[in-house]
Nanobody
Framework: QVQLVESGGGLVQAGDSLRLSCAASGRSFNTYAVAWFRQAPGKEREFVATIGWTTSTGVYANSVKGRFTISRDNAKNTVSLQMNSLKLEDTAVYYC????????????????WGQGTQVTVSS
């Protein structure tokens, strides 16, 4: 069992940066891949980035590639999402999720979810 809690969301202006954190509890956390998804009002949940349990290399959606960086610290049971050059279209609720599958981009592949944190980008 893994419990996930996101933090770090907020209101920023376009072009600003924001860092989201996902704190995990559960002894087997370092055996799960972790991803960030986001969901804007009226839209489906969208894959953002994922990272495996042993790698430092992330997999990214094309819409965030080059602007967002996912990282994890297994010693601290945390996964972070550094978001730079934020755009209006990045506005959404951001969720972290955990899966036994590596490099999975579909929400159905993820077994555990956090409650989400709101990111709002204004002009």
């Amino acid at each position: 069992q893994v419990q996930l809690v996101e933090s770090g969301g907020g209101l920023v202006q376009a072009g600003d940066s924001l860092r989201l954190s996902c704190a995990a509890s559960g002894r087997s956390f370092n055996t799960y891949a972790v991803a960030w998804f986001r969901q804007a009002p009226g839209k489906e949940r969208e894959f953002v980035a994922t990272i495996g349990w042993t790698t430092s290399t992330g997999v990214y959606a094309n819409s965030v590639k080059g602007r967002f960086t996912i990282s994890r610290d297994n010693a601290k049971n945390t996964v972070s999402l550094q978001m730079n050059s934020l755009k209006l279209e990045d506005t959404a609720v951001y969720y972290c999720a955990a899966s036994r599958l590596v490099r999975a981009t579909a929400p159905a592949a993820y077994d555990y979810w956090g409650q989400g944190t709101q990111v709002t980008v204004s002009s």
